[in-house]
C-alpha cells in the first residue's frame, strides 16, 4: 500500500496540469484578438477526435498495476487473476502514461486508424 501513495500522488499532478491545459486551450482567443496579442489562434471548426487503443502484450505484463494507477481516465482495469484489462478504451486520450511507465514494456498505444480498429 505505501508504494502506490508516489504514483497516485503523480497521478494527480498529471491531472491538474491536463486540466489546465484544457482550460488555456479554451480560453486561447480566436482570429484577430490571438494576433493582436501575438498568439497563435484557436484552431477552427469541428476538432476531430483522436481514437486509441491500448494493447497489453501479456506475456511480458506481470501484473504490477503500475498501468492501472497511473491512467487518468480508467482506461484499466483488472480482471479476475489481478492482470491488467482494457475495459474503456474509447476514454484513452493517448497520455501515454500507461506505456512510458510500464517496466517491462508490456503496453502499447496505437492510434486507431479506421471504425474496424476499435478494441
Ligand atoms: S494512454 Fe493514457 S488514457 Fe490511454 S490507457 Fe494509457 S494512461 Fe490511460
Ligand atoms: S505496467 Fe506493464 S507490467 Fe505492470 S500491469 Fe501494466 S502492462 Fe503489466
Not at 45 to 70: L, Q, R
Not at 81 to 90: N, S
Amino acid at each position: 500500500m505505501l508504494a502506490q501513495k508516489p504514483i497516485i500522488m503523480l497521478n494527480n499532478q498529471f491531472l491538474k496540469i491536463h486540466e489546465m491545459v484544457s482550460r488555456m486551450d479554451a480560453q486561447r482567443p480566436s482570429g484577430a484578438d490571438a494576433k493582436k496579442d501575438g498568439l497563435p489562434p484557436a484552431r477552427k471548426g469541428k476538432k476531430s477526435k483522436v481514437h486509441y487503443n491500448p494493447v497489453i502484450f501479456h506475456a511480458w505484463c506481470k501484473s504490477c498495476g503500475i498501468c492501472i494507477e497511473f491512467c487518468p481516465k480508467k482506461v484499466i482495469g483488472k480482471d479476475d487473476m489481478g492482470a491488467p484489462l482494457v475495459e474503456r478504451p474509447d476514454d484513452c486520450i493517448g497520455c501515454r502514461f500507461c506505456e512510458l511507465h510500464c517496466p517491462d514494456f508490456a503496453i502499447t498505444i496505437k492510434e486507431r486508424k479506421g471504425e474496424g480498429d476499435a478494441l
